[in-house]
């Protein structure tokens, strides 16, 4: 359960709505194209994975966190903060730089509020960022199923369902949350995936 939750972790979501946008919905990804696709997907995955991976372990490295696995609420802020800033800096260089479309555009800045929400809550009350990652991720890919009826989203959406339920499962198995954290971070994640795309594009 535990290695469940190292692999499925939050950071991996932007890579994976990426992943599924350019190779199974690859209409709401246009003008970039899928032999774009890999230098994009390495993007992404550098700033969302790597370098936020990099300071959770400065973070450890220097004993301002106590563990990697960020069980104590007061611990969570700092790096939940730093993964905002990264986040609004690959949304940055996605726009400015890339300029992507208007549905990348959207899961971009939607990506980086939910991390900001989750940093402002937890400031208060420690919440699921695991279960706001992966529910936003089923929220993602329900919107652009809506939105892009063309495209072939049943599969994806299907496994993003069953990786939803086993992320929430695992962490509910280790003690990491009550279910009303994982319930609220689900709600977060899912209504902010699905409300950006069917709103904003």
Known sequence: MK???????????????FTVVFYFAPEAAKPLNLDQAPELLLAVALT??????????????TSTISSFWLENRNERI???????VFYGLTAFMFITRIKVNGFLTVILITMTLM??????????WKISVHA???C?????????????????????LA???ILAGAVMSARLSLNAHTPGQILVGSIVGLSMGIGSILIFT
Do not use: E, H
């Not at 939050?10 to 994976?16: A, I, K, S, V």
């Not at 936003?136 to 994806?156: A, E, M, N, Q, R």
């Open 115 to 124: 991390v900001v929400v989750v940093t402002i809550v937890t400031i208060y």
């Open 3 to 17: 290695a469940l939750s190292l692999i499925i972790n939050p950071m991996l979501m932007p890579t994976l709505i």
């Open 78 to 84: 700092l790096p939940f903060a730093f993964m905002a």
């Open 132 to 134: 706001t990652a992966i």
């Open 159 to 161: 496994m993003s369902i």
């Open 48 to 61: 969302t994975i790597l370098i936020p991976a990099i300071s959770l372990g400065t973070l450890r490295f």
């Open 136 to 156: 936003g991720l089923v929220g993602f890919i329900i919107g652009l199923s809506f939105k892009v009826p063309s495209t072939d989203l049943l599969y994806p």
